[in-house]
């Protein structure tokens, strides 16, 4: 069975602090994504990685892919009570016809 | 924001009954896929269709049935509910480029049953 590891599972941190959320497996990815949802809401795509060792910003987040396409990390800098909400990553392998694997989530509370 | 509706967002009903969701897309999107989400669980897939009358399973299918017979349309039944279905249920869409390594999926709202 394949596994996407998050951690943390809970993250409370103070309005301007930077945190990073990871994502662990020993399967490789053709290609990652993640995700942002909020209570009461679908998840919404924030990104997608494809190319091992690649770096994607938005804003103020961060996103890497392993250089074996195993893991994958989001860093957000100077946190907001928007950032508020759970994330999520998930991996797609070859051959899975577009079936992915989620990770159980990172749930991010930024407090004022 | 990709359009796709969820229908009941909300429904409570009995053990025993058969329930059917309906996800509605408006993207003409290839795929569709039902999950089924739970604290410490998170996201499992439950079926998915890869095109009008195609359909396979997911990771959690036992209790569950899919149907397409549009493309802008895929039902999930529970034929019997039972309260370990309780949970909140989750349609996406994707459109994948083989080849490409990609596979974007879009999610809709949700339906929150609860099997009582």
């Known amino acids: 069975t394949q596994l996407l590891e998050q951690s943390p599972q809970f993250l409370s941190i103070q309005e301007g602090e930077n945190l990073t959320v990871y994502c662990n497996s020993s399967?490789?990815?053709?290609?990652l994504q993640w995700y942002r949802q909020e209570p009461g809401e679908g998840p919404v795509l924030l990104v997608t990685v494809v190319t091992g060792g690649e770096v994607k910003k938005l804003k103020r987040l961060t996103f890497q892919f392993g250089d074996a396409r195993k893991d994958s990390s989001l860093h957000i800098t100077a946190a907001q009570p928007g950032d508020t909400g759970l994330y999520l990553c998930?991996?797609?392998?070859?051959?899975?016809?577009?079936?992915?694997?989620f990770g159980k989530g990172t749930k991010l509370s930024v407090k004022p | 924001d990709a359009g796709i509706t969820q229908s009941p967002r909300h429904k409570v009903t009995e053990t025993g009954t058969p329930v059917t969701l309906r996800c509605h897309q408006t993207e003409n999107h290839r795929y569709m896929y039902w999950y089924r989400q739970d604290p410490g669980h998170g996201l499992r897939l439950i079926h998915y269709s890869y095109g009008v009358k195609d359909t396979d399973k997911g990771e959690v299918s036992d209790g569950y049935s899919v149907s397409r017979s549009k493309t802008e349309d895929f039902l999930l039944t529970l034929e019997s509910a039972t309260s370990s279905q309780t949970s909140v249920y989750f349609c996406?869409?994707?459109?994948?480029?083989w080849g490409q390594g990609e596979d974007e999926q879009y999610f809709g709202p949700g339906t929150r049953l609860t099997v009582t």
């Open positions: 996406a869409i994707s459109d994948p480029f």
């Open positions: 998930a991996g797609e392998t070859r051959g899975s016809q577009g079936n992915l694997i």
């Open positions: 399967s490789v990815f053709s290609s």
